[in-house]
C-alpha cells in the first residue's frame, strides 16, 4: 500500500463523513440492507494512532484504505496491504493478525469494527478531527489535562499501580504478584510491549559457573566516569548488588517453560585498550513454544507468571495524568479502550515506566538537538513518547540536568541521503548490523579520523565534527575471516562466545543480511577501491591514498595514526570491496526523573514525592553523555533490576 499522509488521508475521510449528511434523518433502506450506505472513519491505538476508512453499500463492505503511517516500518507499516485484504475477504472486523505486526494488526480489527458499527446504526458516527500542526515554540512539556469529576466513566483500586508494561514493569508486575500484593499494570498497548534480551547483571548463577568475576568498584568507576560523574553512585552500587539475583529469578522463570538462559562470557585473552564487562544474558527462544504453536517471549513468560499470581494486566489503557492529593501521588487518570477517562487509586504506590521518550521528537529536538543531527534511524520500542515523564513533572518531579540517548552506529544511508530527524521519521534506511565492527571508517573527506576499536557512540559523537554528521564504512571481501579474532563484545558480537554462548545475529546471517543492504542500494559492492569512491560520492584521490596508508599500517600490525589494536587492525586490500555511508541508529532515551534508592521520585529540592516511583527509561540519574556500551545489557539490566526490587519493596510497604 502506498503511503498517505495523515492530512490528505483525513481530509479524505472527513469528506466521507460529511457525505453521509450527520445529524439528518437516515435514508429508508430495502429490507435486506445491512448499512447506511456511506463512508466512516475510526481510530484505535497501535504503535501510533491507526485510523480505519470503510466504505459500504448496503450490503457490503466496498473498499478499506488504512492510515497506518505512525507504525514501525517494516512491521506494522508493511502490514497494511494484507490487513486491508484481509477486511474485505471477510467483510468483517474479525481477521488473523499479521505475523509480526500484531499490535498493528489489533488496531486495525479495533477500528474496523468501530467503522462497522457506525454503518450499522449501533454507535454514533465518529468523526475525525484534523489534527493541527504542532507550533515550533519549544514547548514540548505543555500543561497539564484537567480532568472534571463528572468525566471518569470508572473507577479501579490497587494496592500497587504499574504504569507501562515493557522490560521495567513488567518485572514489577511480577513481583508484586508474588508477594501476595494487590497490583494492577496498565499500558497503551493491546499487550506489553515486550522484554528486551540481553540483560545486563553481576555475580549471577550462570556468570558463577563460568567463573566469570566482576569487580563492582571498578564497574561503579567505568559507570562513573563514562557519565562525567553525572549519577548517582548509590544506584550503581544498588544494580551492582541485586541484579545478580534478578537474572537468577529470571532464569527460573524461564527454565519452567523449557527455555535455558545463557551468559556472554568474556574472552580469557582480550586484548581490547576499552576493559569490557561481560555482563550480559539472553535467552535461548529457538526451539520454545508458547502452547500454541508459537515461540515464546518474555512479555508471555512473564505475563502468565504475573497473572497465575493474581496480577491484573488492563490494555488499551493510557495513562493521560498523575493524581496528586496533599502532596501524595494517589494514582492516575487513563483513558479506556473506547476513549473513556478511568481512574485508578493505589494505596502503596504508583510506579511509571514508560519507556522514554524517543519517540517524541519535539522533545528530543529541545533536549538533545545534538543527538538528533548524527541518527538516521529509531528501534526504540513503542510507547516512548515521553508521557510517564512529563505527568511526573507536571507532579513536580525534577528531571535530569544532562540528557543523552541510546545510539548504535548501524544505521546505512544512501550516499545522497541526509541523516537526521526527518530521515528517522521516514524510516527508508539500511540496517546495517555489522556497522560496530572495527573496520577502516572515513570521512567526507576521505581521511581517517578516529580509532574504528572504541564504543558504538564514540565514533558518532566524533562524526559531529565531520561534514555531513556522517562516516562511511570500508571493508573487503573477507570481511567473514575477521569476525571471530576481532573478539567482539555483547550484540556485536558474530561469532560464539568462549563458553559457547550464541551472538545475537551469526556472521552467517549477517552476510544475508549484507546482501539485502546491497540489492537496496545502501551497501556497495566494487571491483576497485576508485569506483567504491565514486558509489559512496567520495573524492576518490584522497580514498585511494587513505586506503593505501592504512593497508600499509594493517601490515606493519602497528596503527601509527589513532592506536587501534593489532587484532582488529585488517586490510581492505581483496575484492570485492564494500562501502556504506553510516550513521546512528537510536535505541532509547537515557536521561529521566531524578530517584532515590527507593525508586522514590524527587522534587526540585530534592525531596521525595510521597507515592511516585519511576524506574526504567523514565527514570534517571543513571546516565549521561552517552552509552558506553562496553557493560552488555547495562541499561536493560539496570531496568529489570529496579522494576523487580520496586514491586518486593512497594508490596511489603504498611
Known amino acids: 500500500m502506498k503511503d498517505i499522509s495523515r492530512r490528505s488521508f483525513l481530509k479524505g475521510a472527513l469528506a466521507g463523513t460529511a457525505a453521509l449528511g450527520l445529524g439528518s434523518v437516515a435514508p429508508v433502506m430495502a429490507e435486506s440492507a445491512i448499512y447506511t450506505p456511506g463512508t466512516y472513519s475510526a481510530q484505535a491505538q497501535g504503535m501510533g494512532t491507526v485510523t480505519v476508512t470503510m466504505t459500504f453499500s448496503e450490503t457490503a463492505i466496498t473498499d478499506v484504505v488504512l492510515d497506518v503511517s505512525g507504525e514501525t516500518a517494516g512491521y506494522g507499516k508493511d502490514a497494511a496491504e494484507e490487513l486491508k485484504a484481509r477486511l474485505m475477504a471477510a467483510q468483517g472486523a474479525e481477521i488473523d493478525a499479521v505475523s509480526g505486526s500484531t499490535i498493528t494488526s489489533d488496531a486495525v480489527m479495533k477500528a474496523a469494527d468501530k467503522c462497522i458499527k457506525q454503518a450499522k446504526g449501533e454507535i454514533p458516527v465518529e468523526v475525525i478531527e484534523e489534527k493541527a500542526e504542532e507550533a515550533d515554540d519549544g514547548d514540548w512539556l505543555g500543561q497539564e489535562p484537567q480532568i472534571a469529576d463528572s468525566e471518569i466513566v470508572a473507577d479501579y483500586e490497587t494496592e500497587i499501580l504499574v504504569i507501562g508494561c515493557g522490560t521495567a514493569g513488567m518485572f514489577a508486575v511480577c513481583s508484586a504478584a508474588e508477594e501476595g500484593a494487590k497490583v494492577i499494570g496498565i499500558d497503551r498497548f493491546g499487550t506489553g510491549t515486550g522484554i528486551r534480551d540481553d540483560l545486563g547483571g553481576i555475580d549471577s548463577r550462570y556468570q558463577k559457573e563460568w567463573g566469570t568475576k566482576i569487580d563492582k568498584m571498578d564497574y561503579i568507576k567505568f559507570a562513573t566516569e563514562n557519565a562525567g560523574g553525572h549519577v548517582n553512585q548509590r544506584l550503581i552500587k544498588m544494580f551492582c548488588d541485586n541484579s545478580g539475583a534478578v537474572i537468577d529469578w529470571y532464569g527460573d522463570r524461564l527454565a519452567e517453560r523449557g527455555v535455558q538462559l545463557w551468559h556472554e562470557s568474556g574472552d580469557s585473552v582480550d586484548e581490547a585498550k576499552y576493559h569490557h564487562f561481560p555482563t550480559g544474558h539472553s535467552p535461548r527462544w529457538a526451539g520454545s513454544d508458547d502452547g500454541n504453536g508459537n515461540t515464546l517471549n518474555g512479555n508471555v513468560v512473564l505475563y502468565d507468571y504475573a497473572v497465575s499470581k493474581g496480577a491484573e494486566f488492563h490494555y488499551n489503557t ?29 494505596t502503596k504506590g504508583t510506579v511509571v515506566c514508560t519507556g522514554g521518550y ?21 528501534w526504540s520500542e513503542p510507547g516512548a513518547y515521553g508521557d510517564g515523564i512529563k505527568a511526573c513533572l507536571w507532579a513536580g518531579a525534577k528531571m535530569d540536568e544532562t540528557a543523552s540517548m541510546m545510539m548504535f552506529d548501524r544505521c546505512a544511508l544512501k550516499p545522497e541521503q541526509a541523516n537526521g530527524p526527518d530521515c528517522v521519521q521516514n524510516e527508508e534506511t539500511g540496517w546495517f548490523w555489522m556497522g560496530s565492527q572495527p573496520w577502516l571508517k572515513i570521512n567526507a573527506d576521505g581521511e581517517r579520523f578516529f580509532n574504528e576499536s572504541g564504543t558504538y557512540e564514540g ?22 575471516s575477521y569476525v571471530e579474532p576481532f573478539k567482539m563484545h555483547g550484540c556485536s558480537r558474530m561469532a560464539p562466545f568462549e563458553n559457547g554462548a550464541d551472538p545475537n545475529i551469526p556472521h552467517q546471517a549477517v552476510a544475508g543480511m549484507l546482501e539485502g543492504l546491497v540489492a537496496n542500494g545502501f551497501v556497495f559492492r566494487c571491483d576497485t577501491i576508485e569506483e567504491l569512491a565514486e558509489k ?36 581492505v586490500k581483496t575484492a570485492p570491496f564494500y562501502g556504506a555511508k553510516t550513521t546512528g541508529a537510536m535505541l532509547c532515551t537515557m536521561d529521566g526523573i531524578v530517584i532515590d534508592t527507593d525508586m522514590n521520585a524527587l522534587d526540585t529540592e530534592c525531596n521525595k514525592i510521597e507515592g511516585l516511583y519511576v524506574i526504567g527509561n523514565d527514570s534517571g540519574a543513571y546516565f549521561a553523555n552517552t552509552y558506553p556500551n562496553l557493560s552488555t545489557g547495562m541499561c536493560c539490566g539496570r531496568n529489570v533490576t529496579f522494576g523487580y526490587m520496586i514491586g518486593k519493596q512497594l508490596s511489603k510497604k504498611a
Open 318 to 346: 493510557t495513562m493521560i495524568k498523575l493524581v496528586k492529593a496533599d502532596g501524595k501521588v494517589t494514582g492516575c487518570i487513563a483513558t479506556n479502550g473506547d476513549g473513556k477517562y478511568v481512574r485508578y487509586t493505589a
Open 536 to 571: 559512496l560520492l567520495l573524492p576518490v584521490d584522497k580514498v585511494m591514498a587513505t586506503v593505501e596508508r592504512y593497508n600499509a599500517l594493517c601490515e606493519a600490525g602497528v596503527d601509527e595514526d589513532f592506536g587501534k589494536e593489532p587484532h582488529r587492525l585488517t586490510p
Open 459 to 480: 565514533i558518532l559523537h566524533a562524526d559531529e565534527y565531520n561534514r555531513g554528521h556522517v562516516h562511511y564504512t570500508l571493508f573487503d571481501s573477507d570481511w567473514q
Open 358 to 378: 524517543s519517540k517524541n521528537f519535539k522533545m528530543m529536538a529541545a533536549l538533545q538537538p545534538w543527538n538528533l543531527r548524527i541518527i538516521g534511524s529509531s
